[in-house]
């Protein structure tokens, strides 16, 4: 079995089969009470399990703000590291390509965009899925301004993701797995760093 844990929008966790059967979910849309939340549903998603066993686990890597990102991400790599399993990493926004496409019949190139504060979305465009089952990008994430997000897709259809199933990100994960892909390194996907910042040395005062 694969788990999946996203918090790039909001908290998402979902137990699939190796062949993308589900066993459980459980999610909460707050975009900002990660940490409040994430253990709860893992608890309420690995009931689901029944006793079998949890090869892997996939990591949402983002786009996404950077605390929230981080809490998914760390949890992630905690269970990995205390069940003994990899982590595999994959960007969030594949999973919502792959619902548009296999949940939504959408066709053709298409913008997953999402919110990334600020008066900003992060867009990516994909245009079908490879023989893998991948969703191929065609155009990589970037972060546009809000307003600005059509002139740049310049006719390409948007779609604006406010949840995002960790289903379907578990799903893109054992599809790379069986097909020996890796979607992603370790480092999130941010596109923004963080306000706060390591001040820097004090200023030597003069004598």
């Known amino acids: 079995m694969i788990l999946a844990v996203d918090t790039s929008l909001g908290t998402a966790?979902?137990?699939?089969?190796a062949d993308g059967t589900l066993r459980s979910q459980a999610s909460a849309s707050d975009p900002l009470g990660h940490a409040e939340v994430i253990g709860d549903l893992l608890v309420r998603t690995l009931d689901g399990a029944d006793g079998g066993?949890?090869?892997h686990i996939v990591a949402g890597m983002g786009p996404g703000p950077f605390t929230g990102l981080r809490i998914g991400i760390a949890a992630a790599r905690a269970f990995a590291l205390g069940r003994g399993i990899p982590v595999v990493p994959v960007p969030s926004h594949y999973a919502?390509?792959?619902t548009a496409m296999e949940s939504d019949s959408v066709a053709g190139a298409f913008?997953?965009?999402t919110d990334a504060r600020r008066r900003e979305v992060a867009v990516t465009v994909f245009d079908g899925t490879d023989a893998d089952g991948i969703p191929v990008v065609v155009a990589e994430?970037?972060?546009?301004?809000?307003?600005?997000v059509e002139a740049r897709l310049d006719g390409i259809r948007r779609i604006d993701v406010e949840t995002l199933s960790a289903t379907d990100l578990a799903r893109v994960g054992a599809r790379a797995l069986a097909a020996g892909r890796v979607l992603a390194d370790a480092e999130p996907l941010y596109l923004r760093q963080p306000d706060v910042s390591v001040p820097g040395a004090p200023k030597?005062?003069?004598l």
């Open 13 to 17: 966790v979902s137990l699939i089969d």
């Open 53 to 55: 066993q949890i090869s």
């Open 96 to 98: 919502a390509a792959l």
């Open 111 to 113: 913008a997953i965009a």
């Open 141 to 148: 994430t970037v972060l546009v301004p809000r307003a600005d």
């Open 204 to 206: 030597k005062v003069g």
